[in-house]
């Protein structure tokens, strides 16, 4: 079992930055997979990010080049930091690890990006 906690949303105009960090309450280098989703007003939530235990990485096609995603296993926190943000980015953002009984989910930050 595990808990997610979300931060480091907000409003920002379009170009520009905002770190979100997930926050996990245990060791992230026991978690296979922690996965930034997002889910737009009136949308389905959609996958953006994900780091597996081995390092590796995945990116949706729509933040290749503009998001990165990273861990501090000392802080047992994942980072999403996200750079040229555009007004189609405003969404909330989630994050997301699978579980045996279900995914663990946090309960999202905003992300607002203003044109």
């Known amino acids: 079992q595990v808990q997610l906690v979300e931060s480091g949303g907000g409003l920002v105009q379009a170009g520009g930055s905002l770190r979100l960090s997930c926050s996990a309450s245990?060791?992230?280098?026991?978690?296979?997979?922690i996965k930034w989703y997002r889910q737009a007003p009136g949308k389905q939530r959609e996958l953006v990010a994900a780091?597996?235990?081995?390092?590796?990485?995945d990116y949706a096609d729509s933040v290749k080049g503009r998001f990165n995603i990273s861990r501090d296993s000392a802080k047992n926190t994942v980072y999403l930091q996200m750079y040229s943000l555009k007004p189609e980015d405003t969404a909330v953002y989630y994050c997301?690890?699978?579980?045996?009984?279900?995914?663990?989910w946090g309960q999202g930050t905003q992300v607002t990006v203003s044109s």
């Open positions: 997301n690890t699978p579980g045996i009984r279900g995914d663990y």
């Open positions: 245990r060791s992230i280098l026991s978690i296979i997979v």
């Open positions: 780091i597996y235990s081995t390092g590796s990485i």
